[in-house]
């Protein structure tokens, strides 16, 4: 009551029927009484508990049907004749309220669905800056930097810039949800304190971002997930009315970004990216940033620990090569190509008996995860 009473106050300037007077409320709720007063004078509202002498209005209700009455949910006159609210005293004094106006002009903030958007490949050019964020938590001694490599080398040799980053190396704290950052323009606690700002500064800057994790636990190992916590600052904290699903305006004023999803994971199906792939497309949509690629190697510990398949381990990282370069031309990976890079390896029984020799070794032997 307090609050709506403080906001009210705020509109009262601009309210045409001011009134010098007295509105008392006795509010009922679940056997409970809340006794409380609004005096109005010329310039403001002020909220007071208790009982007030010679009140100009006198309302007893439900606290719930107050609230129904100021959002406008219930007519006074229908509330009257039901019995839900009990005036007494003058009760026209009750228009010295204003009505709750919670309007505010963002006009300028609404940022629809553009046609870039709707089919980036058709609309983008060739980037000339990448930024690849390896997430693995082993930085680029981990196999998601096996691929990484590859992959950069095909987009280089399309003739972009690239810039390969490893989240496990930047000091990135984590997001603390206290929304500095949407109250102020740059005004994140950790800002100056680590290295996200600066990571933040470089992504908006490419022109196609290449996020490359492995799968942990079905979705992104968790250093990436702060990261997209602590970017939340590339929007508004305001809502964009046309959106079929709700999401903030831009912020970060880069409408031709595009991102590419590339993932590796330890068991051998692709359905395995399934959780991730729907979490990323719901990142694009937030973010404004159109997900025009996905590349997949499942079985990818297998690929690196097996010398049998050798010859396809060969084959995979030269289609990443080629998957660079054809992803930089032409907004696409060629299915060909896909086809060549998530090949199956080999049998299901054989993959399940290599991978648990694999794990015996380890832990009969006791070797270190760092070892592999
Ligand atoms: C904590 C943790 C969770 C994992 N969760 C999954 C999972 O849910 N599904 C899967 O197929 N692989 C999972 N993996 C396996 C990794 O995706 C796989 O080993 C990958 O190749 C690791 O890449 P890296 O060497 O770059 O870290 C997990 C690995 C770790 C360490």
């Not at 930024?131 to 987009?155: C, H, K, L, M």
């Amino acid at each position: 009551m307090q609050s709506m009473v403080e906001i009210l106050d705020a509109q009262y300037p601009a309210h045409k029927n001011k009134g010098v007077g007295i509105l008392q409320f006795y509010f009922s709720h679940k056997n409970q009484e809340w006794i409380c007063y609004v005096k109005a004078d010329e310039n403001h509202l002020e909220f007071c508990v208790g009982t007030a002498d010679n009140p100009t209005v006198t309302l007893r209700c439900d606290f719930f049907h107050w609230l129904d009455l100021s959002s406008g949910k219930l007519n006074p006159v229908w509330g009257t004749i039901t019995r839900k609210l009990k005036f007494t005293g003058q009760t026209s004094f009750f228009k010295t309220l204003p009505k709750l106006d919670f309007n505010v002009n963002i006009k300028d903030k609404d940022d629809p669905y553009s046609g870039f958007e709707k089919n980036a490949p058709k609309h983008r050019k060739t980037p000339q800056s990448v930024i690849i964020i390896n997430a693995s938590p082993r930085s680029d001694n981990g196999y998601t930097g096996q691929f990484v490599s590859r992959f950069a080398e095909g987009i280089i040799e399309a003739g972009a810039n690239v810039e390969d980053i490893c989240l496990a190396n930047l000091r990135i704290k984590t997001c603390t949800g206290c929304w500095r950052c949407w109250i102020k323009e740059n005004g994140c606690v950790f800002d100056g304190k680590d290295d996200f700002y600066e990571l933040f500064e470089k992504v908006n800057h490419a022109d196609m971002i290449v996020y490359a994790l492995p799968l942990y636990v079905d979705g992104m190992p968790s250093i990436l997930k702060n990261y997209f916590d602590r970017s939340v600052r590339r929007v508004y904290p305001y809502i964009c009315s046309d959106a079929k699903k709700m999401r903030h305006p831009r912020r970060i004023d880069r409408k031709n970004q595009t991102m590419t999803l590339l993932s590796i994971c330890g068991f051998q199906e692709k359905t395995q990216f399934k959780a991730l792939e729907t979490h990323f497309r719901a990142i694009a949509h937030n973010f404004h940033i159109p997900l025009i690629e996905t590349v997949y190697r499942p079985g990818a510990m297998f690929l690196f620990n097996n010398p049998f398949v050798y010859k396809q381990q060969t084959e995979i990282l030269d289609n990443m090569k080629k998957a660079g370069t054809e992803l930089a031309l032409t907004g696409k990976i060629s299915r060909k190509t896909k086809r060549k890079i998530e090949q199956k390896i080999t049998h299901r029984k054989e993959f399940v008996k290599m991978t648990n020799y694999f794990w015996f070794d380890k832990i009969t032997n006791q070797k270190d995860g760092n070892d592999y």
